[in-house]
Each structure stands twice: as structure tokens, then as C-alpha cells.
């Protein structure tokens, strides 16, 4: 009796070895290719693009044009793409990490790293072992740790960290980054992603001092973002990017390592039938979005049919659902954050044709004045969010930072004069309680 075990490809750095099938499913021939049937069934044109290594290991040739289907990192060289080699780099870093989480997500043993981290740290801490750490703060180190090796990042700002953190002086890019999003969903393996945005370091504030110059290129608009994308960790790991050409969703081949291009060009249906809210906060739900859910579950909206409610609670996964189907994912309260999820999966929707609104504005026009700034996010179909948008009142409230100010200081270099800790000079566009806060760095990276 056979099993064929599978080492993944060096270039996956995945450690362990992994029992895909057994020989009895699979008519298995350890001299061929071990996916030989899975890819004539795809019908790829011209050659597998596969071969095995000594020692059984699958990887791919890397002939994407030749093979037919295309690898992220074939993508990312397109002539067309221009994303250029520094972002390449920087890529393969991202996409190293992320399929370090999924393997993290997907681990048996990651159940001890879901619980809570005051409650971990109450039981660990002994000089010889380390504090267990949630998983969310394990992926966010995994990211870090690779952003940091690429040599491409200034700056990285993530959701799990108060203050940003500065890598290196001559890095081109600037990341943020909700590391693991859902994770309050891993044990019962819902499914979980990562969200990240990509902006260029503003050489224009490299004078600045290091905890400024962090705040500061972390807080650029949405309108300046070079790339996003998530990551979502399901029955497939998918990675959904766009470069500002379109949106594109990758699939992880785990047997090569290598993401393939399987959704290019995405583009959003102009109106699907599914909305995707916390119906259980519907009493404290403003008049407006009540009755526009009201509607379309009866059939009763400009688009005739009645609506089918979807909620995973998982952003990602619920967005990427939006994405391919239509409709509406929402979160009317003031939860999720203008800076690491909001803009970047705002950006993904505008690149599919879709929307990205916290109810009243474009999410790419506002400017945030918080790294942790949350606010009420509405992503999907346009004409959906069209209609939702009509109903006028639909945020389920207000607080002092849900409505940042307009990308009037998206120009980073006014915005620099007239926000940053050292700032020179107030604005109008500031309220007062803001800019009495001016000296303070620490008062750009709360929540309100
Ligand atoms: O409790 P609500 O309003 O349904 O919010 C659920 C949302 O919160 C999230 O879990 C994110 O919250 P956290 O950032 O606190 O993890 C999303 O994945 C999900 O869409």
C-alpha cells in the first residue's frame, strides 16, 4: 500500500510533508506526475508546466505562457502589469507569509493560540517558555518578520499593533495590514483572511523623525494606494490583489506552492440579490437602513426579486462572497477600520467596478486622521449601494471619528504641515478637539 507524500516546493517554503492522497483514490504512479489528471481535466493547452523533483516533490516549471496558466509572480512580470521588480519582491515576501498563516490557520495545534492573550498570559510566562500568543499576534509576526526580510517595506502599520513600525529608511513601500481578520471564527474553522494596502513612501517626509514619518505615510488616503488585496483562508486560499488594473483572485495550488491566476479581471454583477449585515442589531438600526432591508428582503426594491440575507461574520470571506455574486457586504456600526480594511477592500471593489462607502462618502475620498480610526463600511454592486445609499440615514451611529475629514489633505505633504505631531499649523478642516492634540503623536494612533 502506497501514500504518496508530497513535500511542497522549495519556493512555498512549507516545512512539513503532506499526505494528499491516498493510493487507492488515485491511480498513483510514483514516476508520474502526481497531477497529471487534476490539470488535463482543466484543460491547459500546451504542456503541464509540472515536473518532480528527486525525492517526489512537485513544482512547477515556472513556463506560465508555455503551460497555460499563469503564476502571481508571472502575472506581477506581465509587460502590461508594469508593477515593477521592488513590488515583486515585496510580493513574494507577502505571499511567503500568507501561506505561512494559512498553514497556521488550518494547524491542529493551533487551537491553543485562538484563546485570549490575557488569559494566556495569566497561565504562561515561565523564564524557559514563552507566553502562548493568539494567532492573531502570531500571523501578525509572520507578516512582519517577511516585510521586514524583502528590504522593499519604510513602513509597516497593522491592526494589531498600537504604533506602526519602522523597517527600513530606504524601503519604497508602505504597508498596512489587517493580519488576520475573523479570527474569532478559528475554532470552528470558519474562514479567516488577511487584508493589506500598499502605498509609496513619501520621500517628501523623510526629514521627519521616525515616529512621525511612520504616522504620517500610514495615514495616506485610499486614493493613493498602489496595490491591495486579502487573503482568504477557506476550502481554497485565495489571494485577491489589484495593482490599479483591474481586480484578479489567485488560487494556491498546494502542491507547487505557487498562487495561480484562476478570477482574472473581476468584475462585480451591477446588482446581485444577497445583503450581508448583523441582522441582529437590527432595532439599533437608524430608520433608513431598516427599511431598505425591509424592502429588498420583500421583493419590493428596484431590482424585483427578493433578497437573500448572508452573513458569515468573517470580512473577507464575506466580501470575496460580494465580489463573485453581488449585493451587499455591510457593517453600518462604527467597527471596522478606515485604514487597514475598509480602504484596501475598497479599493479591490472600485477596481471590480463595484463600491466602497461608509454610507454617505466614498471611502477612497476620505482622508484618515487615526491609524485605528473605525467607521460604518458598505461594499459591493453599484447599483445596490446606489439605492442602500438613497435611503439616506443608514449608519447605525456616529462617533467623533466616523467621518474623517475629506481628502482635501490627501496632498501628503499639506497634510504633513497640517496634521503631523509637529504640526506647524491648524486647519479648518480639523475640529478643535483635534487639533489640540497636534503635539501629541500618540493621539493619531486610537480609535477615537
Ligand atoms: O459584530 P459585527 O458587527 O457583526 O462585526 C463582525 C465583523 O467584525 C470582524 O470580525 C472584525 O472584527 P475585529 O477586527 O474585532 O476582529 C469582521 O471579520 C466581521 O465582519
Not at 504542456?47 to 503551460?67: K, N, Y
Not at 521627519?208 to 505615510?217: D, F, M, R, V, Y
Not at 500610514?218 to 498602489?226: E, R, V
Request: one cysteine or more; charged letters at 20%.
Amino acid at each position: 500500500m502506497h501514500s504518496a507524500a508530497i513535500l511542497l516546493s522549495p519556493i512555498s517554503n512549507f516545512p512539513p510533508r503532506i499526505h494528499l492522497f491516498h493510493s487507492k483514490l488515485q491511480n498513483f504512479h510514483p514516476r508520474l506526475s502526481l497531477y497529471t489528471q487534476p490539470i488535463k481535466r482543466m484543460a491547459f493547452p500546451r504542456g503541464l508546466g509540472f515536473r518532480i523533483s528527486a525525492g517526489g516533490t512537485a513544482v512547477a516549471s515556472g513556463d506560465g505562457g508555455g503551460s497555460g496558466f499563469q503564476t502571481l509572480r508571472e502575472y506581477m512580470g506581465r509587460r502590461e502589469e508594469h508593477v515593477g521588480d521592488e513590488l515583486v519582491v515585496l510580493f513574494s515576501h507577502l505571499e511567503y507569509a500568507c501561506k505561512r498563516v494559512a498553514a497556521l490557520v488550518a494547524s491542529p495545534f493551533n487551537s491553543s493560540l485562538g484563546k485570549d492573550f490575557s488569559a494566556a498570559a495569566a497561565a504562561g510566562g515561565s523564564a524557559e517558555r514563552d507566553t502562548p500568543k493568539p494567532l492573531d499576534i502570531v500571523a501578525n509576526e509572520i507578516i512582519l518578520s517577511s516585510l521586514k526580510n524583502s528590504r522593499k517595506v519604510a513602513v509597516m502599520a497593522s491592526e494589531e499593533d498600537d504604533a506602526p513600525v519602522w523597517l527600513a529608511d530606504d524601503g519604497p513601500f508602505v504597508v498596512v495590514l489587517d493580519p488576520l481578520d475573523g479570527s474569532r471564527n478559528i475554532d470552528a474553522s470558519i474562514p479567516t483572511g488577511t487584508i493589506f494596502g500598499i502605498y509609496r513612501r513619501l520621500a517628501e517626509l523623510d526629514h521627519l523623525p521616525t515616529e512621525e514619518k511612520a504616522i504620517l505615510n500610514s495615514l495616506q488616503s485610499g486614493a493613493k494606494l498602489i496595490a491591495s488585496g486579502y487573503v482568504l483562508y477557506s476550502s481554497a486560499t485565495i489571494l485577491c490583489t489589484s495593482f490599479g488594473s483591474g481586480t484578479h483572485a489567485f488560487t494556491l495550488d498546494h502542491s507547487t506552492g505557487d498562487f495561480i491566476l484562476t478570477h482574472p479581471n473581476i468584475k462585480i454583477p451591477p446588482r446581485g440579490q444577497i445583503y450581508s449585515v448583523n441582522d441582529a442589531r437590527y432595532f439599533d438600526w437608524p430608520e433608513g437602513l431598516r427599511k431598505y432591508i425591509d424592502t429588498v428582503r420583500q421583493g419590493k426594491g428596484k431590482h424585483p426579486k427578493k433578497y437573500s440575507a448572508r452573513y458569515i461574520c468573517s470580512l473577507v470571506a464575506d466580501f470575496h462572497r460580494t465580489l463573485l455574486y453581488g449585493g451587499i457586504a455591510m457593517n453600518p456600526r462604527d467597527h471596522l477600520r478606515l485604514v487597514y480594511e475598509a480602504n484596501p477592500l475598497s479599493f479591490l471593489a472600485e477596481q471590480a467596478g463595484g463600491k466602497g462607502s461608509d454610507g454617505k462618502a466614498r471611502i477612497l475620498s476620505l482622508q484618515p486622521v487615526k491609524l485605528h480610526q473605525r467607521l460604518p463600511l458598505f461594499l459591493g454592486s453599484p447599483d445596490d449601494i446606489e439605492e442602500l445609499e438613497s435611503y439616506g440615514d443608514i449608519q447605525q451611529k456616529r462617533s467623533c471619528c466616523s467621518h474623517p475629514v475629506r481628502s482635501e489633505l490627501s496632498d501628503p505633504v499639506s497634510f504633513s504641515r497640517n496634521c503631523s505631531p509637529s504640526g506647524a499649523t491648524t486647519t479648518r478642516l480639523m475640529d478643535s478637539a483635534t487639533t489640540s492634540r497636534l503635539n501629541e503623536p500618540s493621539s493619531f494612533l486610537g480609535t477615537s
